[in-house]
């Protein structure tokens, strides 16, 4: 590349490993990085390419709105850093940078490693915030930013942690597993943000004393036009008992496959003579009937 | 003899979903004492689940009196 065009002068020296090393939300970090290359469009940077818009910021209404304004200047921001209990920090960092870049990148380096998270999220929501307000006319309180970032980073920490933990657990299970944390920590993230974010039990749990448990899932292929079966029986020892696999056709919606699944599970337990099996499915419409 | 649930095409999906689960509450108080069914996260269901996508390959269904290839390690490692 560099041989092709001469582009040194887009190079903007900085720590840059400082925002892709944080372990927070990709928005989070994209944001970070166009705050610091200066293309973030803000009314400064938009009048300076020719947008006919005014300059002033749109959460005062009183300064020039370039980023040391929107995130580190406005009366907005301030309120953010000090319920943040940052403030004294950014202050006194802002004093010794002449750039907001300068600003982010000595913080994300001098920030104890939760915090620079936390500031990093804070960043993204003061960013939003001020999108709310130009886009949908939304005002938020200085509050309300700084308790919904704190459940963003929480919550993305939960669920990547959980990832991490069970990926471990089936290191070398199969590959299809990341596809099933994928989904589940989608999952999760739906559950936690309704609900405090509880650690939730993702392992899987023999069955009580003297008991088998049956497990029991669908899977559907669109392109075979069928719905496959698993069913895994194992003793409350962990060890394995049986196992099962069918397929119908046609393919039929998630619901009535999962619904299906444990029809054959209670047909198959019942063939076996089987009395003492307690079944297991991760469709809650299906356990909640 | 219960009906061949599997059958059922098309149709309101919703009274077809509770057709199967109607017909498995009846079959399951019927036939076991007091079997529970329970919900787990998925990955807690990972065994069943990677079992699930395997019976697609297969041509036809099949029962295992030993642990499948397809969940050996799987199995192995919820031991512990």
Known sequence: MKNIADNSHLYRTGNWGSIWKLKVLPKVKNLLWRICQGCLPTRARLLDKGVNCTSLCAMCDESYEDTSHVFFDCLRARIVWQQSLLLSKVISVMQKSSTTAEIIFTLLQELPQGQAEQFATLLWSVWKSRNLRVWENVTDTGQVIVEPAKQLLQNWNLVNCKKQISGAAGAA???????????????????SAATVALPVQCKWLKPHQERLKCNVDASFSEALNCVGFGLCIRDEYRNFIKAKTLWLIP??????????????????????QLSNVDFELDAKKVVEY | M???????????????FGAIMDECRKNCNYWFENSKVEFSRRQANVAAHTLAREAISLASPHVFDDVPFCISTLIFNEKV
């Open chain 1, 173 to 191: 299970a199969a590959p299809h597993t990341t596809a099933i944390m994928t989904d589940s920590a989608a999952a999760v993230m739906t559950d």
């Open chain 1, 251 to 272: 393919i039929c919606s998630s619901d009535v496959g999962e619904a299906l699944g444990l029809y054959h599970a209670i047909q198959w337990v019942r063939e076996l």
């Open chain 2, 2 to 16: 219960p009906r061949k649930l599997w059958n059922i095409k098309g149709g309101n999906d919703i009274s077809e």
